[in-house]
């Protein structure tokens, strides 16, 4: 009996060391951000990382929903974030080329998408 009990609490010490080394739990997202998520891996993804100083083409959308409420004065996120997509040369990012963003990216997405890829990108905080 009282190996089981050292082996119990050698296992229980074991998995609460451990716990700490996995990584967080992935948030939860709504279905029409996950479908924005697809939208982006389809379209944006080429040319746009999600990880903080990850640059393919374009900037990295890492922490853009924080960022974009404040790129241009009174303008909230979502409208700056839905116009960037439809209007590509309404805004140019510093340090990157005007017109480095396909203008014709709209074209390809439905009004869904549009919203989706907009809902998702709020996401990335």
Do not use: N, W
């Not at 944006?44 to 004065?73: E, K, M, Q, Y």
């Not at 309404?90 to 989706?116: C, H, K, N, R, W």
């Amino acid at each position: 009996m009282p190996l089981r009990l050292v082996v119990f609490v050698c296992l229980t010490v074991c998995l609460a060391a451990c716990s700490s080394l996995l990584p967080p739990p992935t948030p939860t997202r709504s279905p029409l951000e996950q479908k924005g998520r697809a939208v982006f891996e389809t379209y944006c993804s080429r040319c746009h990382g999600t990880a903080s100083d990850t640059v393919i083409v374009g900037p990295s959308l890492a922490g853009i929903a924080s960022r974009a409420g404040s790129r241009v004065p009174g303008q909230d996120a979502e409208t700056y974030l839905r116009d960037s997509i439809l209007i590509p040369t309404a805004y140019t990012v510093e340090g990157f080329p005007e017109g480095i963003m396909p203008p014709t990216l709209s074209d390809q997405l439905s009004a869904e998408d549009l919203e989706a890829v907009v809902a998702y990108l709020l996401t990335l905080k």
